[in-house]
């Protein structure tokens, strides 16, 4: 081993490392002279509110943009502390569960504190709670005069079907049916689509519901009201940057004009526009702005469901083949690497191992407060997915070619620069080559969890469509997928041909 | 060559190589002198191999020293030497994925030379080793034994170095093909002039091409002479044994 050799390898590898931030602060936002970012979570109502700030914002002359469906409450939450997102819509019951940690404490002032300590300030409720509650049809109600959780002890042959995570949750139907003297009623497990079809059908009397779940309105069902304050609080309220007071003023108040408007009723009818009849959020918003604000917004033209596909297939390629470049670029020197002692063979693949151990959603929130939201966590994460399969074929392919030829290489006296290039490379290509092929697979599979940092893809469609049950969404994206998928595994097969040297495919056909 | 590469003697002085304390090579000296073939037999695991692969620089010696000429043999000039050192394996070594051309041009190629004088040595040594020249665009994988062998003995002769290392060429071919290589490589030894170390299982081989050989055992030489000598003049019961159990007397009586 030549230590000149070593030193300039790992300062290309620093270069790359170098050039990959650089990257990645290009990708990221900048913090100053840019449009207020308003972000949403992966569901509907999400989506329906921050398209309404949006909206709310451009009307009063704040340049915004809308970067939709991030993930759950780890990404959103990271966007917002790392400056990706200046806004979203969150719920008070979710900001003491998951953001403080603190259970069951949605006592405004001491949230205020604990998240003004974080950069972040907390707005007036925006006028809905959307937590856990009891439904009953309005044949039941009027039939056994149900206005109440506690008018249900007595009836107890009412036809309850409750969710299975409803059922086990001890804040779920254990603590509701102690608190209410419920125990004598007999509530069956069901799945949570099939309760609105069984209700509709006059099947079951009543459900576990959010409280501003679409088919409300929809199956006229009546939520009981909570008369003993059992369930805690969602109301929905904005988080926002604490540094947009100084930034971007006008913001604050078009954040204020949107708290204590929009109602249960109001947010109901305005999920069913999205989930029950398919409307655009942006149209929802616009609608829901009217009703509560009394203004309304001209709509954006929804581009054509092939420009859409056209779109989404390229920024997934861009996703993928940037990310599966890098991996190739470092990951077969850290296999060659790799084969010169045991000592580093051992660190190197264990660590691309763990990094494939590690949940994607975990990875891409952790990503988050260091390179923001978008392409950058998206190139990183998958990166880091492709490495594994790369590093550990190209040092199974070097460190298994006969010894003999290995060493007949050294004692023609070739230079180590030319026995790895001319010759260990080339025999270990198959195998390399086997390695770049998985990558690629599981990297066109992976990519579509890009969207869930705001990162684009053909994930975007697939997971609105998984929140809005609506398969055709799902195939849009789900269908450009796997046929990327078998058109990269057709192109490296073909690839193959190329880059394994004939030799080798003789010995492999051969006899 | 040039006049300081290392047409002279090879030799050893104490060299000592072990694993896990056992001693697989301990040889006190040995010397072959130039342009002579010196054959080294033995049983398996007698250390002939090692011996060999010592020379090329591919196993360090615990201890002693390997010159070439006036040159010893250290890690730093290891690499240069073997630009002087031709080294042949059983089926040659070839790299599957080159051609017989390419497997013979890689040094060549590594050294920068042009590719007409590539082709114009090629050619040489493909008469020399009477291989077809349209086989050289074949791979491995295409050619018989023994014309892998030729090939493997083209790559070694390519800078037409001054010392040949061969560690049993012929070991994996079949008995016709082998009897006429060890007549052709009789030949080229005669003409080429090199210095050989040839290692070989087969006394009859080690007695038709070495001008002497060397009978080692237990990483010993044992007896260092003619073919004749060890015949009639055994230094120790082993060496009888060793050369009565591989050919009836008549074919090394044949050899003299």
Redesign the interface.
């Known amino acids: 081993m030549i230590p000149g050799r070593t030193h300039t390898m790992w300062r290309g590898m620093l270069q790359m490392l170098a050039a990959m931030a650089a990257f990645a602060g290009v990708a990221a936002p900048a913090a100053a002279a840019t449009p207020v970012v308003v972000g949403s979570k992966a569901f509907p109502e999400s989506w329906i509110l921050g398209a309404a700030l949006t909206r709310q914002l451009e009307r009063d002359g704040v340049p915004a943009t809308h970067r939709r469906n991030l993930g759950g409450t780890d990404i959103v939450w990271q966007a917002l502390t790392s400056g990706g997102v200046d806004v979203y819509p969150e719920y008070t019951g979710t900001i003491a569960e998951v953001i403080l940690k603190t259970p069951g404490r949605t006592d405004p002032d001491a949230m205020r504190a604990a998240l003004a300590a974080q950069g972040v300030g907390i707005s007036a409720p925006i006028g809905f709670n959307d937590g856990y509650a009891i439904a009953v049809t309005a044949d039941a109600a009027r039939r056994d005069g149900l206005t109440r959780l506690s008018d249900l002890a007595a009836h107890p042959d009412l036809r309850l079907g409750l969710s299975h995570e409803f059922l086990g949750r001890a804040d779920g139907w254990p603590g509701l049916a102690k608190r209410y003297g419920l125990e004598r009623l007999d509530p069956t497990g069901i799945q949570h689509e099939l309760a609105y079809a069984a209700l509709a059908a006059g099947r079951l009397d009543g459900t576990d519901i959010y409280t501003t779940d679409a088919e409300i309105a929809d199956l006229h069902l009546v939520t009981l009201v909570d008369d003993r304050g059992f369930f805690p609080r969602y109301d929905a309220v904005w988080l926002y940057r604490l540094d947009l007071a100084r930034r971007a003023p006008r913001a604050l108040a078009a954040i204020r004009a949107l708290t204590g408007r929009i109602g249960e009723r109001e947010m109901i009818h305005a999920n069913a526009r999205v989930v029950l009849r398919k409307a655009d959020e942006n149209a929802a918003a616009d609608s829901l702005l009217m009703e509560t604000l009394g203004a309304g917004a001209s709509a954006g033209g929804e581009p054509g469901v092939a420009a859409s596909i056209a779109r989404n297939t390229l920024q997934h390629l861009k996703l993928v083949g940037i990310s599966l470049g890098l991996a190739i670029v470092l990951g077969v020197p850290f296999g060659v690497l790799a084969t010169r002692s045991r000592a580093l063979a051992q660190l190197t693949l264990s660590i691309a191992g763990l990094l494939q151990t590690v949940p994607s959603l975990a990875l891409l929130a952790f990503l988050i407060p260091l390179l923001g939201i978008g392409a950058a966590p998206a190139l990183v994460a998958l990166f880091l997915y492709s490495l594994l399969p790369i590093v550990r074929n190209t040092y199974v392919g070097l460190t298994t070619i006969p010894p ?2 290995d ?9 180590p620069r ?1 026995q790895l290039l ?2 260990r490379l ?2 270990a ?1 198959p195998a390399v080559m086997a390695g770049i092929k998985t990558s690629a697979v599981i990297n066109v599979g992976t990519a579509t969890l890009a969207a869930l940092v705001g990162a684009g893809g053909l994930g975007d469609p697939i997971l609105t469509g998984i929140q809005l049950r609506r398969h055709a969404l799902i195939l849009q994206g789900a269908i450009p997928a796997a046929a990327l998928a078998l058109l990269v595994q057709a192109l490296f097969d073909a690839l193959d041909r190329v880059v394994v ?4 495919r ?2 492999a056909e ?1 006899s | 060559m040039t006049p300081e590469s290392p047409a002279g003697a090879i030799a050893l002085d104490r060299v000592i190589k072990r694993y896990d304390g056992r001693a697989v090579v301990d040889v006190a000296s040995l010397v072959v002198p130039p342009r002579t073939c010196l054959a080294l037999v033995g049983p398996s695991g007698c250390g002939k191999s090692t011996l060999l ?1 010592m020379l ?3 196993v360090t010696p615990d201890q002693g020293t390997i010159r070439f000429g006036d040159v010893a043999l250290t890690p730093a000039n290891r ?5 002087e ?1 031709g ?1 042949v ?2 089926e040659g ?1 070839l ?5 017989a051309f390419e497997n013979v041009a ?2 060549a ?2 050294l920068g030379w042009n590719d007409a004088r590539i082709a114009a040595r090629v050619r040489v040594l493909a008469a020399l080793a009477h291989l077809p020249e349209e086989l050289l665009a074949r ?4 050619l018989s034994g023994g014309q892998r062998q030729r090939v493997g003995l083209m ?1 070694a002769l390519l800078l037409d170095p001054g010392v040949l290392l061969m560690d049993e060429p012929l070991g994996a071919l079949d008995p016709m093909v082998r009897a006429r290589l060890q007549q052709e490589l009789k030949r080229l030894f005669g003409e080429l002039r090199k210095t050989v170390v040839f290692v070989t299982h087969d006394m009859a081989e080690a007695a038709w091409l070495g001008d002497e050989i060397a009978l080692m055992r237990d990483g010993r030489i044992v007896q260092r002479g003619t073919a004749a000598d060890l015949l009639e003049r055994p230094a120790e019961p082993f060496v009888r044994e060793f050369v009565r159990a591989q050919r009836p007397p008549v074919a090394l009586e044949a050899a003299r």
């Open positions: 003999a030829l060493e007949a290489a050294a004692a023609l006296g070739l230079s030319a001319r010759v080339p025999m290509m040297p004939k030799g080798l003789l010995r051969g | 692969r090329v620089g591919l690499r240069a030497l073997r630009l050192l080294y394996i059983q070594g790299f599957p994925h080159l051609t890689l040094v190629r590594d791979y491995p994988a295409q790559r």
